[in-house]
Nanobody, 125 residues
Framework: VQLQASGGGLVQPEGSLRLSCAAS????????IAWFRQAPGKEREGVTC????????NSQDSVKGRFTISRDNGKNLVYLQLNSLKVEDTAVYYC???????????????????WGQGTQVTVSS
């Protein structure tokens, strides 16, 4: 079971990026998936998540209306669309899977079993 986040980069404020989370060894479409981020000197924080059946998404207040999580089950990918980026969004972004079917999802790090390597997002002019 392995996750890999990609798609990060350097972007100007108000710009957009799309991050991808790819899985090997299991099908992500059955499990809740979340995106987290960690800025230098700060704790890892939950950004957004999606439940097993895609009915439920949760996001932290600071990204509501700007970030969107979605799945492409045919490709076994989960995306994070980041729009209207701000300097304070700069961080390493990680995807994580909760390896238990659930019709809900959590933004707590303790809820997730499997983590991928992160991808750096830098927002700067």
């Amino acid at each position: 079971v392995q996750l890999q986040a990609s798609g990060g980069g350097l972007v100007q404020p108000e710009g957009s990026l799309r991050l991808s989370c790819a899985a090997s060894g299991f099908s992500m479409d059955y499990y809740p998936i979340a995106w987290f981020r960690q800025a230098p000197g700060k704790e890892r924080e939950g950004v957004t998540c999606i439940s097993s059946n895609d009915d439920i998404t949760n996001s932290q207040d600071s990204v509501k209306g700007r970030f969107t999580i979605s799945r492409d089950n045919g490709k076994n990918l989960v995306y994070l669309q980041l729009n209207s980026l701000k300097v304070e969004d700069t961080a390493v972004y990680y995807c994580a899977a909760d390896l238990r079917w659930a019709d809900e999802c959590s933004l707590r790090t303790s809820a997730y079993d499997d983590w991928g390597q992160g991808t750096q997002v830098t927002v700067s002019s």
